[in-house]
């Protein structure tokens, strides 16, 4: 039993392989006691104990203040004036609420939140606790994943009132720990330059990640580590969060006046209000959070194991991934059926499997200006229809794939045309554009039917065995004329619409392969993580960018979620010319495709296509199941190197990139990690022992030249008795 409850002290023990989650009721409220390493079951409680200050109210003479104490899921207005996790508008006006234990069970499975990605899981804790005043039921749910460090969490608040009331914010989680001298670090960016790794002291106040944009965002992910000063991808205390959620969010880590932290977020609070009516339920989405006594590597493993084996689609998350050739930056909007058909000959032989025609196939749609919502094939340009492609493809050896942004619309459109009642505006403005385009209402369910029918008769018609799901712009205005006065439940309905879209066509579709896509990673997150295994991570290709987008993106995800393609030099978002070798070398740490022109290449680098493509298939399964050790990161230095392991430790391949060839530079040695001490490895033909590896490490040429990479696979050769 991972999960138990000590009826003497009223303490709950939540118990993972390496951790423990402890809390306890105390004078009918929840007061948190600790979250860190596994310890065995006892009191602890002597931490919360004695806290106290002036200045701080209480309900009853001698009581203590909430505002000094560790709270499980604070509420707002009882004296606690740090952030609260829930916060409510009465009809008579209050906010305060005061929830008070009521009852608890302990379920041996885990059920699904209705329309919203649910990790798959066990044993799971549901406190029920209530509000005397106005009658509401609050359902703390924590489910436990032993092997992985994290505790799953999520809040259902029922109104049992007689009034209907207003729900202003609610968190997924909340978390105090005792402690003020932790860094933070989060995943920060932008379109082209996704989950650069910022870490700095946390200090008092708050520090929040968010988005108001409706999605995840490319700017700042819905992530946060904290963790020891001195902690590193080795040694140190380290703690992760990370919501299942793709729309605005909000995660805050806040330090007090007495050093408590209190970490906690969900859906973003900023323009959102939820009518809850008499009888209903509200249901937040899913927070994980992760412990790690091993530094920030683990913590990541810990996440990658968890989203592998618990969140993304069974189906598809250890199986190997398509080999895309993606047509985009090859053509952009420019092709016809000659341009495909040759494309797709070129590919033949080379060992990709899959090829998937972008942006532009259908009517109108010769620039990003029009079309959208419209989704019939341009006979103009394709005459066969999209069926010739696919029969091409079929003659290559290969499956067919496509790309829609089911979620947008082109003014000039039918779609548009026949329904201007379906985007989202204000009837009384002229709306925003992005990428000249409108986004289409899917808190209407009107709209997300019409769009299931319209998709759906697309992939059935079409022999489509691959789905890129492209979403190009933020949303702005946040008005329905569905909701209209209720638009402030616009932003998260619009996701749970999208939910709603992608469950239904993953469902009724389980042998076409869906890639996420947002102008690259702008909603690359765990819930859409959840429908589509892997997520085209950026728009920018260039493998130097690629070294630093990938090494942050690695923080949450596991490499085996981010799409990554060769593409041609010089890059098109940087300009930059990089060797064929260290574009297929960091192409070789995700899951792998191309995206460029096979027309246009030189002998040597059509040769080293199909390189690649053998080389990648054996080595897969690690990027699929393995062990991923940072060793370099490209944010602090010259050098970008990691590694990944097989769980058996049998197998392993390497990589190091110098960002600059700097002249008479120095030897870099590099000390492995994730080997197996006892055993020897092979490697370009030498014997290493598995300490050498790990202790002496490796050195490499002086002379690298400008992002050259160096790329080993390790395979055991023998063990040690
Ligand atoms: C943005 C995507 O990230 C690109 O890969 C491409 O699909 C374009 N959209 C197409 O419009």
New binding site residues.
């Given amino acids: 039993m991972a999960i138990h409850f000590n009826e003497r002290n009223k303490t709950f023990y939540i118990g993972g392989k390496d951790f423990s989650y402890i809390f306890r009721i105390k004078d009918g409220r929840l007061q948190h006691l600790f979250f860190g390493k596994r310890i065995k079951e006892q009191d602890v409680s002597y931490i919360a104990d004695g806290r106290k200050t002036e200045f701080a109210p209480t309900v009853s003479d001698g009581a203590e203040s909430s505002d000094v104490l560790t709270q499980e899921y604070p509420v707002y207005g009882r004296g606690d004036y740090r952030e609260p996790a829930v916060l409510i508008t009465a009809a008579d006006g209050g906010r305060t609420t005061d929830f008070i234990y009521r009852s608890h069970s302990i379920l041996k499975n885990k059920s699904k939140i209705s329309g919203m990605p649910t990790l798959r899981g066990g044993e799971t804790l549901v406190i029920e606790l209530q509000d005397e005043l106005y009658g509401l039921i609050l359902s703390l749910y924590y489910t436990v994943y032993e092997d992985c460090g994290a505790v799953v969490r999520r809040v259902v608040l029922k109104n049992g009132g007689k009034s209907d009331v207003i729900i202003n914010k609610i968190n997924s989680f909340s978390v105090d720990i005792p402690r003020c001298d932790l860094d933070k670090i989060c995943l920060q960016g932008g379109w082209a330059k996704e989950r650069g790794v910022e870490r700095s002291a946390l200090t008092h106040g708050i520090f929040e990640v968010s988005s108001t944009r409706g999605s995840s965002s490319h700017h700042l992910n819905p992530f946060i580590a904290l963790c020891d000063k001195n902690a590193d991808e080795n040694v140190g205390e380290a703690y992760g969060f990370n919501l299942v959620y793709s729309g605005s969010f909000s995660v805050k880590a806040q330090v007090d006046q007495l050093g408590i932290t209190r970490v906690g977020g969900g859906i973003n609070e900023k323009d959102f209000r939820w009518a809850l009516k008499v009888g209903e339920s509200f249901e937040t989405p899913e927070a994980v959070l992760v412990y790690s006594a091993e530094g920030l590597g683990k913590m990541s493993r810990n996440f990658h194991d968890l989203y592998r084996e618990y969140l993304i689609n069974p189906a598809y998350a250890y199986k190997k991934r398509p080999v895309v050739l993606?047509c985009?930056e090859s053509f952009y909007f420019d092709f016809n059926d000659k341009s495909l058909s040759e494309l797709i000959a070129k590919a033949k032989g080379t060992g990709i499997d899959t090829f998937v025609l972008?942006?532009?196939w259908f009517v109108g749609r010769n620039s990003?200006k029009a079309g959208l919502g419209d989704w019939h094939v341009d006979y103009d340009k394709l005459s066969g229809g999209l069926k010739a492609v696919a029969d091409d493809c079929r003659a290559a050896g290969m499956k067919f794939g496509i790309?829609i942004?089911p979620e947008m619309v082109s003014e000039d459109s039918e779609l548009y045309r026949a329904h201007p009642d379906w985007v989202v505006r204000h009837p009384d403005l002229t709306p925003c554009k992005g990428r000249h385009q409108l986004v289409l209402d899917f808190a209407n369910p009107d709209t997300v039917d019409y769009v299931k029918g319209v998709i759906s008769d697309l992939l059935k018609e079409n022999d489509v065995s691959y789905v890129?799901w492209?979403m190009?712009r933020n949303i702005t205005e946040f008005y329905s004329v569905y909701l209209k006065e209720r638009s402030q439940e616009f932003a998260h309905r619009y996701i749970l619409g999208v939910y709603a879209l992608a469950e239904h066509l993953t469902a009724s579709f389980p042998d076409v392969f869906f890639e996420g896509?947002?102008?690259?990673g702008g909603r690359f997150d765990a819930a859409m993580l959840y429908y589509f295994p892997q997520i085209?991570t950026s728009?920018n290709t260039d493998a130097l960018s690629r070294a630093f987008i990938q090494y942050g993106t690695s923080f949450c995800y596991p490499l085996s979620a981010m799409s990554g393609h060769v593409s041609a030099c010089p890059n098109h978002q940087t300009a930059r010319i990089t060797p064929f070798s260290s574009r297929t070398a960091i192409a070789s740490f995700c899951s792998t495709g191309f995206e460029l022109n096979l027309n246009a290449l030189t002998e040597e680098e059509t040769k080293g296509i199909k390189k690649h493509v053998e080389f990648y298939d054996g080595i897969s399964d690690l990027i699929l199941k393995g062990d991923l050790y940072r060793l370099l990161s490209p944010f602090d230095g010259n050098y970008f190197s990691q590694m990944v392991v097989s769980k058996d430790k049998k197998k392993a391949l390497f990589i190091l990139m110098k960002k600059l060839a700097r002249c008479n530079d120095v030897y870099p040695v590099v000390k492995l990690k994730g080997l197996n001490e006892n055993f020897t490895y092979e490697t370009g033909g030498r014997l290493y022992g598995g300490d050498a590896l790990m202790n002496v490490g490796l050195k490499f040429p002086n002379d690298l030249k400008d992002f050259e990479t160096v790329l080993m696979v390790f395979t055991v050769r023998g063990a040690e008795k």
């Fill in positions: 993606n985009w972008d942006d532009g990003d790309w942004e890129k492209d190009n896509c947002s102008g690259g085209w728009d």
